[in-house]
């Protein structure tokens, strides 16, 4: 039987083998736990790089991908950032120790009441979970360093590319399929928006209006 300690050098190691190279973004997943954002009968897998349902038929995403999107982000120690698809809470914890501010939205209300009290518990302040639809954004604390998308859209949400900073970044799946999308990087620059493809990636899709709790 290999111990906890093993299972997570192993995941540490995984994310390393897929890519996962900046120190910052490693520290961060190597002090938050995966743990408490998993659930139910998949708890046995929660070191392994693999996505996982949670409530509300939803997925916690892969810790590769997650490190790999964190990585593209380039999150700063003074940036606001925005979450799109807070599910169960892991990516914004992450993202707690790379930023100022976090604002993390989820169309569900349970996903995010459930994601608020592992934040308390673990002790991470400086995250602000909201229910609303993260399609349009949040504009009230616009404009943000960086935005971060977990859920596919066709195109970036035109409220989105205008809540970003000029000089921000945003990291965000995009494509008409349900199987495969690209996983894109956005930057505002003074006069437009430069775009990159990073990877093909599969996530659930960016819905509009609220979630009926499942
Ligand atoms: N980042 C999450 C995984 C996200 S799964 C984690 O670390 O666990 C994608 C999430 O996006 C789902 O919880 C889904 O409810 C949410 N979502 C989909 N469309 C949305 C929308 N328009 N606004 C807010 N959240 C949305």
Known sequence: MTTDAEQKMQFLYALRSKGVTDMRVLSAMEKIDR??????IFTDRTYEDMPLPISCGQTISQPSVVGLMTQALNVQPRDKV???GTGSGYQAAILSQLGRRIYTVDRFRRLVREARHIFE????SNITAITADGSRGLPDQAPFDRILVTAAAEDPPGPLLAQL?????????????DTVQSLIRVERTETGFEYEELR???????LEGLGQDG
């Open 165 to 177: 900073r000029v000089g921000g970044i945003m990291v965000l799946p995009v494509g008409q399929s």
């Open 82 to 84: 925005l979450e799109v």
């Open 35 to 40: 743990g408490p954002f998993v659930t139910g």
């Open 200 to 206: 093909q990636v599969r996530f659930v899709p960016l």
């Open 121 to 124: 518990a673990m002790d991470l």
